[in-house]
């Protein structure tokens, strides 16, 4: 199972950034996912999480402005970013705490702690 997150880029103070993270394999079940970001010399943290159900946490800090979806069906996790402010320019990462799948010998397996690569938002002027 790979989680490939997608984009991120350089936008403007007050501008609008939307971030996808889709989860490749033979899946059956997720989960948690979210998203997390580490800024320049700072520890990673928290961002949003949604959970199977669509129950959706945000840090203060982007309360407001920032919104995550996912599409249980494509495996997918979305963080629409809006009124973006210089402080938001981190690596942003996905995350999903529990997948199952099936693997290559029919076998249902979990896995925990799965993180994507990596996707970097600046925002400057």
């Known amino acids: 199972v790979q989680l490939q997150a997608s984009g991120g880029g350089l936008v403007q103070p007050g501008g609008s950034l939307r971030l996808s993270c889709a989860a490749s394999?033979?899946?059956?079940?997720?989960?948690?996912m979210g998203w997390y970001r580490q800024a320049p010399g700072k520890q990673r943290e928290l961002v949003a999480t949604?959970?199977?159900?669509?129950?959706?946490d945000y840090a203060d800090s982007v309360k407001g402005r920032f919104t995550i979806s996912r599409d249980n069906a494509k495996a997918t996790v979305a963080l629409q970013m809006d009124t973006l402010k210089p402080e938001d320019t981190a690596v942003y990462y996905c995350?999903?705490?529990?997948?199952?799948?099936?693997?290559?010998?029919?076998?249902?397996?979990?896995?925990?702690?799965?993180w994507g690569q990596g996707t970097l938002v600046t925002v400057s002027s």
């Open positions: 949604i959970t199977h159900n669509r129950v959706t």
């Open positions: 995350h999903v705490d529990e997948v199952g799948y099936t693997d290559f010998n029919g076998q249902q397996k979990y896995m925990f702690d799965n």
């Open positions: 394999g033979s899946i059956f079940m997720i989960n948690r």
